[in-house]
């Protein structure tokens, strides 16, 4: 795995919009932010551009996309929000500018297909981390650990017990993201490569029932079968029928993994909330799930 160079004063960040549109107000508190850090910031060629929900039509975002890629100088790429789009996006594109000058692809949610692209056909680690649409309601500790994974590629994350959680240790390259967008990408060429690794998983908006489908896709493609660990972040907005599921969060996933002994462990403060902390995403980590708390470093 190919880990890109970590940032410096005076670095330029790209940001560009894969799915949908810009909004300016967050866009330049999300510039002010890097320009507070001393880093460079470049605006792709079409990011203020609008056609229905995305930030242009797909022949532009495409070529946004692209340059970002291709770019000569900059260190990282950081997509401005998520929503619905950037599947559209990725076939064909060219992988050997960036190549020739690996970057940090950096967001969450929808960006989960640039993460699964980068892990695969890049062969490249990326930052799972908020983006420029939520810099203004983010927490101070969320922005604080995307400039320390910038500036260090370094995590080290600890946060409280959960009951459900299986104790256990393993140290491997996470990959996974946002569980919807994840699993769109089973079977495809883009599927992320499993074997041996930790999975991370977050989700908003869902019913319970369709969650639990979801978890079963993950289990019938075999996913359970390779990982090493299991870490589970924010599932926001949870929806419910007007008859109960009758299953927790808690309940869906362990399910489908009782018959694996990796670690598990809940309650990781990463996915749709205020509350975003950074993942890195194909660089060595170690996992630990003791009887007081669980660790990522």
Same mark, same amino acid.
């Given at each position: 795995?190919?880990?890109?160079?970590?940032?410096? $004063? @005076? +670095?330029?960040?790209?940001?560009?919009?894969?799915?949908?549109?810009?909004?300016?107000?967050?866009?330049?508190?999300?510039?002010?932010?890097?320009?507070?850090?001393? /880093?460079? =910031?470049?605006?792709?060629?079409?990011?203020?551009?609008?056609?229905?929900?995305?930030?242009?039509? +797909?022949?532009?975002?495409?070529?946004?996309?692209?340059?970002?890629?291709?770019? !000569?100088?900059?260190?990282?790429?950081?997509?401005?929000?998520?929503?619905?789009?950037?599947?559209?996006?990725?076939?064909?594109? %060219?992988?050997?500018?960036?190549?020739?000058?690996?970057?940090? *692809?950096?967001?969450?949610? +929808? =960006?989960?297909? /640039?993460?699964?692209?980068?892990?695969?056909?890049?062969?490249?680690?990326? *930052?799972?981390?908020?983006? !420029?649409?939520?810099?203004?309601?983010?927490?101070?500790?969320?922005?604080? %650990? &995307?400039?320390?994974?910038?500036?260090? =590629?370094?995590?080290?994350?600890?946060?409280?017990?959960?009951?459900?959680?299986?104790?256990?240790?393993?140290?491997?390259?996470?990959?996974?993201?946002? &569980?919807? =967008? &994840?699993?769109?990408?089973?079977?495809?060429?883009?599927?992320?490569?499993?074997?041996?690794?930790?999975?991370?998983?977050?989700e908003i908006d869902e019913y319970l029932y369709n969650i639990d489908?979801?978890?079963?896709?993950?289990?019938?493609?075999?996913?359970?079968?390779?990982? #090493? @660990? /299991?870490?589970?972040?924010?599932?926001?907005?949870? $929806?419910?029928?007007?008859?109960?599921?009758?299953?927790?969060?808690?309940?869906?996933?362990?399910?489908?993994?009782?018959?694996?002994?990796?670690?598990?462990?809940?309650?990781?403060?990463?996915?749709?909330?205020?509350?975003?902390?950074?993942?890195?995403?194909?660089? #060595?980590? #170690?996992?630990?799930?003791?009887?007081?708390?669980? *660790?990522? $470093?």
């Amino acid at each position: 795995m190919i880990i890109p160079e970590k940032l410096t $004063k @005076g +670095d330029v960040v790209l940001i560009i919009a894969p799915a949908r549109k810009v909004e300016l107000k967050q866009l330049e508190a999300a510039e002010k932010l890097l320009n507070d850090w001393e /880093l460079k =910031v470049e605006r792709s060629p079409n990011l203020m551009q609008k056609s229905g929900i995305f930030a242009g039509t +797909d022949a532009l975002r495409k070529s946004d996309l692209q340059w970002a890629l291709d770019h !000569p100088q900059a260190k990282a790429i950081w997509c401005f929000r998520g929503g619905y789009g950037t599947v559209r996006l990725i076939e064909n594109l %060219s992988p050997i500018g960036f190549l020739n000058k690996p970057k940090w *692809i950096i967001g969450f949610s +929808d =960006v989960t297909v /640039l993460h699964s692209f980068s892990n695969i056909i890049l062969n490249t680690a990326s *930052i799972h981390a908020t983006m !420029p649409i939520n810099v203004i309601e983010n927490t101070p500790d969320s922005l604080k %650990s &995307l400039k320390e994974v910038l500036f260090s =590629v370094a995590i080290n994350h600890s946060w409280i017990f959960n009951k459900n959680n299986r104790i256990g240790e393993t140290e491997a390259e996470i990959v996974g993201g946002n &569980l919807s =967008v &994840l699993t769109s990408m089973l079977g495809t060429n883009y599927q992320p490569d499993f074997e041996g690794k930790i999975l991370f998983i977050e989700e908003i908006d869902e019913y319970l029932y369709n969650i639990d489908r979801m978890c079963w896709q993950l289990k019938f493609a075999g996913v359970f079968n390779h990982i #090493k @660990g /299991l870490v589970i972040g924010h599932f926001s907005k949870v $929806k419910d029928n007007k008859i109960p599921f009758g299953m927790t969060i808690e309940d869906i996933i362990l399910e489908k993994v009782k018959e694996f002994d990796f670690p598990i462990a809940f309650d990781f403060s990463a996915g749709h909330e205020n509350e975003n902390q950074s993942l890195l995403f194909g660089v #060595k980590t #170690k996992f630990f799930v003791q009887n007081d708390k669980s *660790i990522l $470093k």
